[in-house]
């Protein structure tokens, strides 16, 4: 009985435990922003990179510009295929908001809207 009564004050106290940790943890902040475009799009896939570069190119200015990594997929394969593979990518454009460990916070994958990017920029302290 006292091992049973043993077993169960260690669970409160490492939930207890727990939730201080989780109440004391730093908001997720974006670290870094990777866009994959496409500079020879053709077809209706050319019209909706044509719609991400300008809000892109609109939403990442001044400071922002920092925290973008720009990849053309024509022109640097290389540099696209690992977040095609890990993020498992089926069109392009994508954008995707990183966090300093590298894991995804958010994407934005073939429709890139300004309004939905800035939003979520804003409320991941980009």
């Not at 943890?25 to 870094?32: D, F, H, N, R, Y």
């Not at 475009?37 to 922002?64: E, L």
Request: hydrophobic share 45%; net charge positive; proline share 3%.
């Amino acid at each position: 009985m006292a091992n049973g009564k043993l077993g169960i004050m260690s669970i409160m106290v490492l939930g207890i435990l727990g939730a201080a940790v989780l109440t004391h943890a730093e908001p997720i902040k974006v670290s870094q922003v990777v866009y994959i475009t496409r500079s020879k799009a053709c077809g209706c896939s050319a019209q909706s990179v044509k719609t991400a570069d300008a809000a892109i190119a609109q939403v990442f200015t001044g400071p922002r510009q920092a925290l973008l990594k720009r990849i053309d997929y024509d022109t640097d394969r290389q540099a696209a295929v690992p977040f095609i593979g890990e993020f498992r990518l089926i069109q392009l454009p994508a954008l995707l908001f990183l966090d300093g460990q590298g894991h995804l916070l958010w994407s934005a994958i073939g429709n890139v809207e300004r309004t939905q990017v800035a939003q979520k920029l804003d409320q991941l302290g980009g």
